[in-house]
């Protein structure tokens, strides 16, 4: 089944460490994003992609960097990690051309857990 | 400051009975809304959504509701079961901007 997966599940680290949060999709949509969750606060866009070649900054990239190495891949990486750090991370994608929420619905992985000591 | 506030952290509803869920939104320029649900451990998933050009829009047990001079929606549920027991977001998105704005949820509890 198509599908959006994501690695690690849980990670634990600490201050100043280098982390990086895999995404992988089969659903063949070109757009895909990153999204932190924190309690109280909703998910708020870190990162997005329109294609390959495209990357964008979202609300919240400060002390995040991405890459997209394939259209299916699309990676987050915490640089040197601090523990406000620490939160629920998800990757989604979309496809204008698809989808039942008009061209806007996202489908989301299972999420990352990711704690700064 | 938020753009899409869900007031409500939870809701309890009796089941077989109606649930409400609200959301308010300050952009007037959101001109798509939509609701995800959400289980633990899980990523969200597409609930319902409705467009600007409409004022209600039903799928099964769900009915979004859309009043744009209060900048309000709702998600009404009716008849509510146990397995509707999750967190619920609203999301609103402007013209071509394909970013989503989120609320913060509300976490519905289905009492047997």
């Known amino acids: 089944d198509a599908d959006v997966t994501q690695t690690p599940r849980n990670r634990i680290t600490k201050t100043g460490k280098r982390i990086m949060l895999e995404c992988s999709q089969t659903?063949?949509?070109?757009?895909m994003y990153w999204y932190r969750q924190d309690p109280g606060l909703g998910l708020r866009l870190i990162y997005y992609?329109?294609?390959?070649?495209?990357?964008n900054k979202g609300e919240i990239s400060d002390g995040y960097s991405v890459s997209r190495q394939a259209q299916a891949k699309f990676s987050l990486s915490l640089e040197s990690a601090i523990p406000n750090q620490t939160a629920l991370y998800f990757c989604?994608?979309?496809?204008?051309?698809?989808?039942?929420?008009?061209?806007?619905?996202?489908?989301f992985g299972p999420g990352t857990r990711l704690t700064v000591l | 400051d938020q753009q899409v506030k869900q007031n409500s952290p939870s809701l309890s509803v009796q089941e077989g009975r109606i649930s409400i869920l609200n959301c308010d939104y300050t952009?007037?320029?959101?001109?798509?809304f939509l609701w995800y649900k959400k289980y633990p451990a899980e990523g969200p998933t597409f609930l319902i959504s409705?467009?600007?050009i409409k004022d209600k829009n039903e799928d099964g047990r769900f009915t979004v509701f859309l009043n744009k001079s209060a900048k309000h929606l709702s998600l009404h549920i009716v008849p509510s079961q146990p397995g509707d027991s999750a967190v619920y977001f609203c999301?609103?998105?402007?013209?071509?901007?394909?970013?989503?704005?989120w609320g913060a949820g509300t976490k519905l509890i289905i009492k047997p």
């Open positions: 989604a994608t979309s496809d204008p051309r698809i989808g039942t929420g008009g061209n806007n619905e996202q489908f």
């Open positions: 659903k063949g949509h070109d757009r």
């Open positions: 992609s329109f294609d390959v070649k495209d990357i």
């Open positions: 952009n007037s320029m959101f001109d798509y």
């Open positions: 409705i467009s600007s």
């Open positions: 999301a609103a998105s402007a013209g071509s901007n394909y970013q989503l704005i």
